[in-house]
Nanobody
Framework: QVQVVESGGGLVQAGGSLRLSCAAS????????MGWYRQAPGKQRDFVAN???????NYADSVKGRFTISRDNAKNAVYLQMNNLKPEDTGVYSC???????????????WGQGTQVTVSS
């Protein structure tokens, strides 16, 4: 069994910064991909960023230049540094980990419970 837990959300004024953290634990052989999605009220969940175990990153156009994703492979942890936050960044940020639980098994995505980020204007 695998658990994914996020932390670091909160309320911040526009232009401010927040850092989100996420860690996967349990029966884990490797985590090829870890990343973040977000969901604003009344909207669908949207991709924010992800990072491959080798370090390659991908970002949504709306956050490029403001958000930075990083990871600690030894801890199966991923971080999202969010700078110059805007009100439209408000939403529930969910972390996911693509997990291989044992050698030879196919990867499976596990999700955290989400953390609220609110940016006031």
């Amino acid at each position: 069994q695998v658990q994914v837990v996020e932390s670091g959300g909160g309320l911040v004024q526009a232009g401010g910064s927040l850092r989100l953290s996420c860690a996967a634990s349990g029966s884990i052989f490797s985590t090829p991909v870890m990343g973040w999605y977000r969901q604003a009220p009344g909207k669908q969940r949207d991709f924010v960023a992800n990072i491959i175990s080798g370090g390659s990153t991908n970002y949504a156009d709306s956050v490029k230049g403001r958000f930075t994703i990083s990871r600690d492979n030894a801890k199966n942890a991923v971080y999202l540094q969010m700078n110059n936050l805007k009100p439209e960044d408000t939403g529930v940020y969910s972390c996911y980990a693509e997990v291989i639980e044992a050698r030879g098994l196919v990867p499976y995505d596990y999700w955290g419970q989400g953390t609220q980020v609110t940016v006031s204007s």
